[in-house]
């Protein structure tokens, strides 16, 4: 529909609910002339008369109650909607959606989420935990979490999750049969067990020490595509692994994996939520993001 049209319609259904130009144009806040043209247009376009006129009175014709039976329902519903986005500012509701790779939901995202659903009933919560790439404008995701290198340009990303670090570690078993490496190039003479991604490439093994940094190419002679695999894999004794540090963080406690390399191991900036827009966003995405800086800075 032409925008005007829309405009002119809204025009005639006030006039004719006012049975007046000069309260409809008081309504609206022009002027009744600027009203009284507006449906005079409109009946031209139609090429019917839509308000019988007289010096004391105004009323819908045959043919403008026809189209009032149809028009004053629809506005009505229009509004009530209209009122309920305004009221969706003050109490969020709607469905938020959410993407994450699962080192990130198990980490930081689900504590938010969970917080944010308990404390707000209205909102429908949807987490899709994936580690494969995902554009969230063609999936309708209202947020995606990741590491702040694979973002794209275009999006709008602030930081949620605190630093980060990697490890290299392994079973006492194999440090025991095996020289601890002393620099990254020596990891290359060590079985090692790698990590394939979603996007189907090996992570690789990335190092830095007084601002000089490395990447060793190693040939794993075990290749996993899950976290908890490459935990298990590295606790049986398999060789090396290359994992985020939290991850290693209870086995390295009780005793199950030591850390060597650990002067080369220095921490990076964590995770990034990003969504498209800044203009508007949705009350539930602002709570959201709310939530999972607290947590950072907690």
């Known amino acids: 529909m032409d925008p005007r049209r829309f405009s002119d319609l809204i025009i005639f259904s006030r006039v004719a609910e006012a049975r007046s130009f000069t309260a409809a144009a008081r309504s609206l806040g022009v002027t009744q002339s600027a009203v ?9 376009e139609l090429g019917i008369r839509l308000l019988s006129r007289s010096t004391r009175s105004l009323t819908a014709t045959a043919a403008g109650e026809q189209l009032l039976t149809t028009l004053v329902p629809n506005l009505t519903e229009l509004d009530a909607k209209l009122a309920e986005l305004e009221r969706l500012r003050e109490e969020p509701g709607g469905r938020l959606r959410v993407t994450c790779g699962k080192h990130a939901a198990d980490t930081l995202v689900w504590p938010a989420f969970s917080r944010l659903i308990g404390a707000h009933p209205g909102i429908d919560g949807e987490l899709s935990v994936d580690d494969r790439y995902v554009d969230i404008v063609a999936e309708r995701f209202d947020i995606g979490i990741r590491m702040r290198d694979h973002l794209e340009m275009d999006m709008i990303s602030v930081p949620v999750g605190p630093p980060l670090r990697t490890v290299v570690v392994g079973a006492p078993q194999y440090l025991d049969a095996f020289t601890s490496p002393g620099t990254p190039r020596e990891v290359s003479r060590h079985r090692c067990i790698g990590f394939r991604n979603a996007g189907g490439s090996l992570s690789p093994w990335s190092f830095e020490k007084n601002g000089h940094t490395e990447t060793v190419k190693v040939t794993p002679s075990i290749v996993v595509n899950d976290g908890d695999a490459l935990v298990a894999a590295a606790c049986a004794g398999m060789g090396l692994a290359y994992m985020l540090e939290d991850i ?8 199950r994996l030591a850390e060597v390399l650990a002067d080369w191991s220095s921490s990076f900036p964590g995770y990034h939520a990003f969504y498209s827009s800044r203009r508007h966003p949705p009350r539930a995405v602002t709570l959201f993001l709310d939530l999972l800086r607290q947590d950072t800075s907690a």
């Not at 290693?248 to 005793?255: I, N, Q, S």
């Open 248 to 255: 290693a963080a209870p086995f390295l406690e009780d005793g």
């Open 36 to 44: 009284s043209q507006t449906v005079k247009r409109l009946e031209g």
